[in-house]
């Protein structure tokens, strides 16, 4: 199995521009969120969904969208790139069952915006 | 979720068992504790989870006290490719709660 799976791996954006990152996953998870990461902190929920067409928001979502029409993916969208926006994203899954193994994380999108 | 108090960083030798402590003294009885560890800039990796009993793993061992409000994750033989930014997480176990909230963690160094 491969997990899940973050597209592109890095990215470097200007001031204003818009951008897609991808994630999917292949566990059946109903599951799926995403987090960044800032350098030196501990990672920050941005968007998250219990399952296909349900979304809600984290603790930092102001500048992005998420959509979730299929089980497997999860894009985040940036509209309006920022310089704040520079961080390193991860997206996550998980069967939302406290007996297995939590969360499973993709390997991450490091954004430069400048 | 409860929130978790954990060391900024720590050191051990290699080959050495490494503790790493978490306190969580406002958990409540259906909150799961939760361990990840970051290794340089990778995705986190899930490590252990427990409820009330110490549970082991062929990572590791969480060692949960009676009454819940500290935890210590042990890993047994400590090597450099141990060496990461450790997570203790607590979660609760009912709809709603999927998320995990992360902290700083401890940052932990393996020296030769």
């Known amino acids: 199995n491969a997990g899940v799976t973050q597209t592109p791996k890095f990215r470097i954006l200007k001031i204003g521009q818009s951008m897609t990152l991808q994630c999917t996953q292949d566990?059946?998870?109903?599951?799926m969120y995403w987090y960044r990461q800032d350098p030196g902190m501990g990672l920050k929920l941005i968007y998250y969904?219990?399952?296909?067409?349900?979304?809600d928001k984290g603790e930092v979502p102001n500048g992005y969208n998420v959509s979730r029409s299929t089980t497997e993916d999860f894009p985040l969208r940036l509209e309006l790139a920022a310089p704040s926006q520079t961080s390193v994203y991860f997206c996550?899954?998980?069967?939302?069952?406290?007996?297995?193994?939590?969360?499973?994380f993709g390997s991450g999108t490091r954004l430069t915006v400048v | 979720d409860a929130k978790t108090t954990q060391p900024t960083s720590m050191d051990c030798a290699e080959g050495r068992a490494a503790n790493l402590p978490c306190n969580h003294s406002?958990?409540?009885?259906?909150?799961?504790v939760y361990w990840y560890r970051q290794i340089h800039s990778q995705g986190p990796q899930y490590i252990i989870h427990?409820?009330?009993n110490n549970e082991t793993n062929e990572m590791a061992s969480l060692i949960i006290t009676e009454d819940r409000k500290s935890s210590t994750l042990i890993l047994p033989h400590a090597t450099l490719r141990d060496t990461a930014v450790y997570y203790c997480i607590v979660r609760g176990a009912n709809f709603g709660n999927e998320k995990l909230t992360f902290g700083t963690g401890t940052r932990l160094t393996i020296i030769p």
């Open positions: 996550a899954s998980s069967s939302g069952s406290t007996s297995n193994y939590g969360y499973t």
């Open positions: 566990m059946n998870h109903n599951y």
């Open positions: 969904s219990v399952g296909a067409g349900i979304t």
């Open positions: 427990g409820l009330k």
């Open positions: 406002t958990i409540s009885g259906n909150e799961y």
